[in-house]
């Protein structure tokens, strides 16, 4: 509603100060300076330990706005009345300060945008691939400099040269904004038509080589990067969910309140409806799980929940394998193998004095 109404205030209202606007531009300023200032104190007094609100980054982002949005609805506005100032009074500069601080009400959107997923993931992507292109830009630049270069001396002392490419600022600026983002490029193409055939499939190698493969080259990135976070966070977003599932159902069976989760407690884990539905939807084989504990438990008899929690997220299917499974998985090969040497020994030594003696 505070996004809508920002702008309604750009739209509708055009004083600088508040106290010169409409009364309806006043009641709602103050009924949203209210609600936010309520906000902020009920989340401070959430905190069991105030400070640690303060190394919430959310929190102190919110808190910067709200203080702006204090001082300029309650605080300019107590002086004005208080002292009796006119809106001529004040100077350039302070009316400049007021700009800014209306202007910083955008910054609110970033509340709205932050509780859409989707938003955020291209927000994101866009930080990441933030180096790539970049550099993907620089060669376009490149790539607009060379041929500028190109065009401006083979077309000096012609009608084209003088119309687009007089000096190498010009060039640039024909070869980026006309030929790149296509703004009038069949105009560029038909006067390096009419002034030599060379000149206009050079004019189509650049747009080859620059719009079509740089630009395209910066989409790419793009939506690769994106296309990557966006796995990620589904990924790190299962796993918090499975962590809390696994976390609840833990705490209703553990009896003793140790922490520790044993074999019996693993195999009634197992059994529970709500564990088996947070497992498969995370994509695990329940059912390989509950018949091999000792994939988790690597031959002890019980391990913390901590432990378990992170090996039951190193099982997903979406997990690539690693060295340490390798490693892991040969641990477990050569102890089945000793395992079955010492039964296969026992069985032995049981049948040898089994064996009656001949007479």
Known sequence: VNSLWIGVDAVLNHEDLLIDSDLIFIVMENIFCLFFVSELGIRVLAYKYKCSAFKEFWFVFDTVLVTFMVFEVWVMLTV??????????????????????????????????????????????????????????????????????????LLKDTKAGHTYFSDLKKSMMTLLFRACFFDGLPDVAEALWDESFLLFLMLLLFVVVAPLTALNLIIGILVKVVETLEHVESVESASIYLEDQITYLFNALDQN?????????FTSLMKSKPMIGALSECGLDVLTIAENPDIIYNGEEEIPLRSFVSQILSLRSENAVTVRDMFLMKRMILQEIEDMMTQSTSLALGVRSNRKPRR
């Open 80 to 153: 004005i009345v208080v002292t009796g100032s006119n809106i001529r009074t004040f100077s350039p500069a302070f009316l400049r300060l007021v700009r800014i601080l209306k202007f910083c009400r955008m910054a609110r959107l970033v509340r709205l945008l932050r509780n859409v997923p989707e938003i955020m993931i291209l927000l994101k992507g866009v930080a990441v691939a933030a180096r790539p292109v970049f550099f993907s830009q620089l060669l376009l630049m490149v790539i607009v400099y060379i041929f500028a270069i190109a065009f401006f001396h």
């Open 257 to 265: 309140n140790d922490g520790m989760l044993d074999r019996s407690e």
